[in-house]
């Protein structure tokens, strides 16, 4: 199965939930037989659950995390991390580009952005380039409003209330 026309959608916001909603939007698409990757901006800990059961789901939903572990400083980020991010993007295109995938999702590309890893014309040109039949989601806090515009769908994750300001630390299974 194909998609007869892709969109572009974002998550974005303050909260918790933009990954997770990526991921179910791939486990649906898996489900009907569609071929998912996921590359992970900043996020080089691990592995996290995600990545357990993209193991359990191949061939038809890849995973790849990039960046180092720990925080990026988003004030002085590491020479290191402005590369890795540079090489996820490069990543990005190339499986944009293939005819593997029928949805492309490039989690924290925003927060990438917003590091200033890489730049907004970067994901604008990502947007501009995507193939007609195939699905991209970007993820991560701070999307940019021009990001936001050339985008199809957009979902702002708000923090109403968060158990962690309550103490509870991230936890396997579920934040991890």
């Known amino acids: 199965m194909k998609l007869e026309r892709g969109c572009v959608q974002i998550y974005t916001g303050n909260c918790k939930g933009k990954t997770t909603a990526a991921l179910g939007l791939a486990f649906r698409a898996v489900g009907r037989g569609?071929?998912?990757?996921?590359?992970?901006?900043?996020?080089?800990?691990?592995?996290?659950?995600?990545?357990?059961?993209?193991?359990?789901?191949?061939?038809?939903?890849?995973?790849?995390?990039?960046?180092?572990?720990?925080w990026v400083n988003k004030d002085n980020p590491a020479k290191e991390d402005v590369e890795l991010a540079g090489q996820a993007l490069a990543l990005g295109r190339e499986k944009l580009l293939s005819?593997?995938?029928?949805?492309?999702?490039?989690?924290?590309?925003?927060?990438a952005a917003g590091f200033g890893?890489?730049?907004?014309?970067?994901?604008?040109?990502?947007?501009?380039?995507?193939?007609?039949?195939?699905?991209?989601?970007?993820?991560?806090?701070?999307?940019?409003?021009?990001?936001?515009?050339?985008?199809?769908?957009?979902?702002?994750?708000?923090?109403?209330?968060?158990?962690?300001?309550?103490?509870?630390?991230a936890r396997i299974g579920i934040e991890k």
């Open 99 to 111: 005819g593997d995938y029928d949805l492309v999702i490039l989690d924290e590309i925003n927060g």
């Open 117 to 169: 890893l890489i730049s907004v014309e970067q994901i604008l040109e990502l947007i501009s380039i995507r193939p007609e039949q195939v699905e991209l989601v970007l993820t991560g806090r701070n999307a940019d409003p021009r990001v936001v515009e050339a985008a199809d769908l957009v979902t702002e994750m708000t923090e109403v209330k968060h158990y962690y300001k309550a103490g509870v630390p």
């Open 34 to 70: 569609l071929k998912v990757i996921m590359i992970q901006f900043m996020k080089g800990g691990g592995p996290y659950g995600e990545h357990l059961a993209a193991e359990k789901l191949a061939p038809l939903l890849t995973i790849i995390p990039t960046g180092r572990e720990g």
